[in-house]
């Protein structure tokens, strides 16, 4: 099982910056790949940005076309974290930003969650 805390969520206006953090209860060595997903109310929950995180992974990154050049994804392995950098927010950016973790080593693959962070900026 792994749990994961997100947190750097918060109220910005457009044009400012936050940096979400996702730490991981187990070595994030030992999973496949970690991201942020967010969710708009009435909306579904879509990728924004993953990043392989095991321990012979490059670390390789994968964004959503709409936060390309102004989100970035990152790791620390010492701190089985994952970060979350958004610059130049707006107001579309507004949601829940959860983070994922994807364990491949199990067959199904298993994925797990966090609880959410809030992410709201105003104009």
Do not use: H
């Not at 400012?16 to 996702?22: D, H």
């Amino acid at each position: 099982q792994v749990q994961l805390v997100e947190s750097g969520g918060g109220l910005v206006q457009a044009g400012e910056s936050l940096r979400l953090t996702c730490t991981a209860s187990i070595s994030i060595s030992s999973i496949n790949r970690m991201g942020w997903y967010r969710q708009a109310p009435g909306k579904q929950r879509e990728l924004v940005a993953q990043i392989t995180t095991s321990i012979r992974s490059s670390g390789s990154t994968t964004y959503a076309d709409s936060v390309k050049d102004r989100f970035t994804i990152s790791r620390d392995n010492a701190e089985n974290a994952v970060y979350l950098q958004m610059n130049n927010l707006e107001p579309d950016d507004t949601a829940v930003y959860y983070c994922n973790a994807v364990v491949t080593v199990s067959v199904p693959p298993r994925v797990y969650w966090g609880q959410g962070t809030q992410v709201t900026v105003s104009l």
